[in-house]
C-alpha cells in the first residue's frame, strides 16, 4: 500500500495546483484590478502548497516503499537459496 499512498499522495498535489492555477486565473480574470494581485498571490499560494504536501508525503513514503522492497527481496532470495540447498542435500542423501 506504500506505493499507492505515495502515488495518491503526489497526484493529489497536482490535482491541488491545477485547482488553485484554475481558481488564480479565474479570479484574475473577474475581479476588480485592485484585488488582482491579492486573489491571485492567494490562489498561487495554495496551489504551491498543495504540491509541497503532496510531495512531503510522497518521497518519504516512496524512500520506505523502496528500502521494504529491497529487504523483502533479499529475504525471499535467502529462503530461495536455502530450500535449494535443502533439495540438494535430500538428492544426495538419496
Do not use: H
Not at 15 to 33: E, N, R, S
Not at 36 to 42: D, F, G, P, Y
Not at 45 to 72: C, D, E, H, R
Amino acid at each position: 500500500y506504500l506505493a499507492m499512498f505515495a502515488n495518491i499522495a503526489t497526484l493529489l498535489g497536482l490535482l491541488g495546483t491545477i485547482t488553485g492555477l484554475i481558481k488564480a486565473f479565474t479570479a484574475v480574470a473577474q475581479v476588480d484590478p485592485s484585488l488582482k494581485a491579492e486573489i491571485l498571490s492567494s490562489s498561487i499560494s495554495v496551489a504551491m502548497n498543495t504540491t509541497a504536501f503532496g510531495l512531503a508525503v510522497a518521497i518519504p513514503l516512496i524512500i520506505i516503499f523502496s528500502i521494504l522492497q529491497t529487504k523483502t527481496t533479499e529475504i525471499v532470495d535467502s529462503l530461495e537459496m536455502a530450500t535449494v540447498k535443502f533439495v540438494n542435500l535430500i538428492m544426495l542423501k538419496q
